[in-house]
């Protein structure tokens, strides 16, 4: 193999590097004799941590100034948490793997009190507008606190801020070593994932045969099929990553199965459904079911959600 240098462009979240660092690793396991090395960029999404995101802007807030800085030739590959990639990439930029799904649920946090038995009112933190509208749906006595920062700032929050609970992606948890601190993981039915929640994108130079080459055995088919579809749905569907849309699909053998979830803030309105079809059609399926949520109450559900999202990015100094 001719490469023998690969720059990693990374967020430096302790998550981050933790992925950023498996990469690096699994890299040179497999080339002992290349030379891999971290570039840590902060984002807009590190930068605004007291405001939430949703209000920030949607599309890109964890991912743009790394991608500027591949277009600058300033690194070779960027390490992803793929809830965090948009559908769209700038030109001659591109998504080439997806890694083996982590654990994709999201996972309740507390003082051992699992989520059907919390209080009347209860106050929940989490970061995303999908798993509050989707919890609200089931509980709309609860209230939901939204928390910024990385996973170890926001677990803090169940004691800093008076929380009875903080509900994060098991996958970040695990990763970091914190499972011992999980109360509870959430059925999909309940509380459906992030779109590519649990697993990790690799973004790179499409025109680069070199890094592709080097970096290829990295993509797990079956996930990459899962993924695909889930982000086609978002991608139907003109979703940015905050807002109130879920989607998670499941490869068994050559079939896929994707259920999909679009829902108001708080809960109130909703639809969801569920297509089924060969696995090597997931973006048509993904399209497909986006169709159908959009047909049946979809459109006037994100017609609202992004009218409040406009107005409120207007108010954000960014």
């Known amino acids: 193999m001719a490469l023998k240098e690969l720059r990693i462009g990374t967020r430096a979240s302790q998550l981050a590097l933790w992925q950023a660092n498996w990469v690096k690793s699994e890299l040179e396991k497999r080339y002992p004799d290349m030379t891999v090395t971290l570039k840590k960029i902060k984002t807009i999404g590190d930068k ?26 300033e690194i ?11 559908t769209e990439f700038p030109e001659g930029l591109g998504l080439y793997c997806i890694t083996e799904r982590e654990d994709p649920r999201d996972a309740v946090i507390s003082r051992n009190v699992k989520f059907a038995d919390l209080p009347q009112g209860a106050r929940i933190g989490t970061s995303a507008l999908r798993r509050q509208a989707q919890l609200l749906k089931v509980r709309p006595d609860l209230e939901m606190v939204i928390i910024r920062g990385n996973v170890q700032t926001r677990m803090d929050k169940l004691e800093t801020e008076g929380l009875d609970a903080v509900i994060l992606a098991a996958a970040g948890l695990n990763r970091l070593g914190f499972a011992d601190q999980i ?15 649990g697993a990790l994108g690799i973004e790179c130079n499409l025109s680069n045969e070199d890094v592709k080459d080097a970096i ?36 068994t053998g050559d079939e896929l199965k994707l ?37 049946e109450g979809g459109h006037a559900i994100l017609a609202e959600v992004y009218q409040r999202e406009v107005s409120r990015e207007k108010e954000i100094p960014v």
């Open 216 to 251: 290829s055995f990295f993509n797990h088919p079956d996930t990459s099929r899962a993924v695909r579809a889930e982000r086609a749905l978002l991608w139907r569907c003109e979703g940015g990553c905050q807002v109130p849309i879920a989607a998670f699909g499941e490869v």
């Open 76 to 86: 070779d590959i960027a390490v992803h948490s793929m809830k965090d990639v948009p």
């Open 48 to 73: 605004i941590l007291d405001v939430p995101l949703a209000q920030v802007g949607g599309k890109g807030l964890f991912v743009k100034e790394i991608e500027e800085a591949m277009l600058r030739g």
């Open 259 to 295: 259920t999909g979830f679009i829902a108001s803030v708080d809960g109130k309105v909703s639809v969801k459904g569920v297509v089924t079809g060969p696995a090597d059609d997931c973006e048509k399926l993904g399209v497909k079911l986006a169709e159908q949520l959009l047909s």
């Open 183 to 197: 109360t509870e993981l959430l059925p999909t039915d309940l509380s459906l994932p992030a779109i590519g929640q």
